[in-house]
């Protein structure tokens, strides 16, 4: 499963603090996911407190 960082990201970096393989990385304006190396275990999405990780339609 792929997930991606909405606009509503506000970089409090909490997501990359969780995951697993470093696959959080800053963009300049925001958060990205890296799809190569994400392994799709959702810790990221689990862990914004936002909400803004969610599932990938790609």
Do not use: H, N, R, Y
Request: charged share 25%; with cysteine; net charge negative.
């Amino acid at each position: 499963m792929a997930f991606k960082i909405t606009d509503d990201c506000v970089k409090c970096l909490s997501c990359q603090d969780v995951c697993p393989v470093g696959a959080i990385v800053d963009d300049g304006d925001k958060l990205a996911i890296d799809a190569d190396a994400c392994l799709g275990c959702g810790a990221c999405a689990d862990a914004c407190p936002i909400g803004a990780i969610v599932e990938s339609e790609d």
